[in-house]
């Protein structure tokens, strides 16, 4: 943790953070994402619980990217990315979820992902 890049850990926390508000607005994927999920309404403001535990598995992700680079073994970052977004897809399809909705929130998890790596690579 000592050789952790904490500038690049956080700038792709934010980035990917951000990315998700975009990703699943309505100016994005936010219609197809809510039609395809059992027509979830947004709510008047965000969630706090859901936000906060969204930050957090961000910067989880983050630092795993961040320890990988540190390593050398940003193949492992790929993988876990990779892993995370199947599991995703797994559970959007267990819920029911629509193959839109579902490539929905496993490609934000990808593009989350390499933001993350290209914030390691940029910093």
Do not use: R
């Not at 994927?29 to 535990?53: C, E, R």
Request: proline share 4%; no cysteine; net charge negative.
């Amino acid at each position: 943790m000592e050789n952790l890049n904490w500038l690049a850990v956080s700038a792709g926390t934010i980035a990917a953070f951000g990315l998700g508000m975009l990703w699943f607005s309505p100016m994005m994927f936010g219609k197809g994402w809510s039609t395809g999920s059992h027509n979830i309404q947004p709510p008047d403001s965000p969630p706090l619980a859901a936000m906060v535990v969204q930050f957090l598995g961000t910067l989880a992700l983050a630092v795993v990217v961040g320890l990988t680079e540190t390593t050398g073994d940003i193949l492992t970052a790929i993988i876990a990315i990779l892993a995370t977004a199947l599991l995703v897809a797994g559970m959007d399809l267990f819920s029911q979820k629509t193959g839109k909705a579902t490539a929905i929130d496993a490609g934000y998890v990808l593009a989350a992902g390499a933001l993350m790596i290209a914030a390691q690579g940029l910093l």
